[in-house]
């Protein structure tokens, strides 16, 4: 006859030993780190390998567009000559959007704070950005000179736009029930604006800031090929200008690198100044 003993549901429905919950969290977050870093690295790898392809078959020409392989060769050639620069442009990347981003948010409380200010001046701000900021690098070294004065005034116009944008956005959209809560404790416009209004509208800013790094870097290179006596865009035109196209592409991938750090950069800010926005909205 079949042994037939009863079994406690608790115990039957526990998890295996050192399968917790605990655990299951840690597996998962080493899966999410994991994934982090190879999917970056594949999409590099496809592209690489795409790049090789073309310069194989000669889609485009080799003299504009060399082998990944030679492009390598010209940052190694010369490693501290393109560190240097690497290193002027990311000074300059970083003051432009820092200038950029304390005046964005000035003006973004300014349009938000009347909407006399906004009908005045949106107009305005709107014809500032709709034009090429190419076309205003002349005209920016006569009137600023050689050097880093009229770079940072380039990456300035191209940055802060979208700052303003999302300052005015995010300040102007504090959910109904915080403002409500808000009325209800009587509070003063300045402690509405410190412990709702401005917290709330700092993931719609960080939008903005996200928006703004990588146009500080087209900003900067657009600023040296037309004013820069040093920096990633002064190494663009000289060297392609002489044809040494490998050497101008090594410049061109350490552009992109540095916006991509400093992008990364900006997003590891976010995450440690605004930890409530993971917790409070869904994920993908």
């Known amino acids: 006859m079949t042994d037939v003993r009863s079994v406690d549901p608790a115990v039957a429905a526990s998890p295996p030993v050192g399968v917790g919950p605990g655990a299951a969290g840690r597996g998962a977050g080493l899966r999410a780190g994991a994934g ?130 999302s ?36 993931p719609q800013i960080f939008v903005g800031l996200k928006v703004a790094m990588p146009l500080a870097a087209i900003g900067a290179v657009i600023g040296e090929f037309q004013a820069g006596e040093s920096g990633l865009g002064y190494v663009i035109t000289q060297y392609a200008g002489v044809g040494d196209t490998a050497t101008a592409w090594a410049a061109i991938m350490l552009v992109a690198l540095v916006s991509i750090l400093l992008y990364s950069a900006l997003l590891l800010i976010e995450r440690i100044a605004l930890p409530w926005v993971r917790e409070t909205t869904s994920s993908r």
Request: glycine share 6%.
């Open 36 to 165: 982090a870093a190879l999917l970056p690295a594949a999409g590099l790898l496809v592209a690489l390998a795409a790049w090789w392809l073309i310069a194989r078959l000669e889609l485009v020409h080799p003299a504009a567009l060399p082998p990944p392989g030679d492009v390598l060769t010209a940052f190694v050639d010369k490693p501290a000559q393109m560190l240097e620069h690497t290193w002027a442009t990311m000074l300059e990347i970083l003051i432009g959007f820092a200038l950029s981003a304390g005046a964005g948010v000035l003006i973004g409380l300014s349009l938000a704070s009347s909407g006399t200010v906004e009908r005045m001046f949106t107009p305005l701000l709107v014809a500032v950005n709709a034009v090429p900021k190419i076309t205003l690098g002349p005209l920016l070294v006569v009137a600023l000179g050689w050097g880093q004065k009229p770079i940072l005034t380039m990456v300035f116009l191209l940055c802060f736009f979208p700052i303003v944008l």
């Open 167 to 202: 300052t005015a956005t995010g300040l102007t959209t504090t959910p109904a029930d915080l403002a409500e809560l808000v009325r209800s404790w009587n509070a003063s416009r300045w402690q509405a604006f410190r412990k709702v209004r401005f917290p709330a509208a700092l």
